[in-house]
Nanobody, 124 residues
Framework: QVQLVESGGGLVQAGGSLTLSCVASGRTLSPRAMVWFRQAPGKEREFVGG????????LHADSVKGRFTVSRDNAKNTLYLQMNNLKPEDTASYYC?????????????????WGQGTQVTVST
């Protein structure tokens, strides 16, 4: 049974930075890709970005392009989300997931395994 554990969230002022981590454990991994989603209160979970596990090809949502960067460390089975120039509208719980497709689906219903999430709050 593979588990996903997100961490690194917190409270940060607008313009600040955070790096989120997602550690996958439970068995040897070789996913097609991994992705980040986020969900603000009262809103649908939305795609943030993804990366192919083998070659590190990335894709980012327009809302975060130029500010957020997805990366991974295959040896550590860890996915990262570097978030710079954070804005109050980035406030959400952030989740990681595996994707068997590339480009990855951008609808949350296409995924059936999530971590518990990590909360990011950006203050003005």
């Amino acid at each position: 049974q593979v588990q996903l554990v997100e961490s690194g969230g917190g409270l940060v002022q607008a313009g600040g930075s955070l790096t989120l981590s997602c550690v996958a454990s439970g068995r040897t991994l070789s996913p097609r890709a991994m992705v980040w989603f986020r969900q603000a209160p009262g809103k649908e979970r939305e795609f943030v970005g993804g990366i192919t596990w083998a070659f590190g090809r990335t894709l980012h949502a327009d809302s975060v392009k130029g500010r957020f960067t997805v990366s991974r460390d295959n040896a550590k089975n860890t996915l990262y989300l570097q978030m710079n120039n954070l804005k109050p509208e980035d406030t959400a719980s952030y989740y990681c997931a595996f994707s068997g497709e590339w480009p990855p689906p951008t609808k949350p219903r296409e995924y059936n395994r999530w971590g518990q999430g990590t909360q990011v709050t950006v203050s003005t």
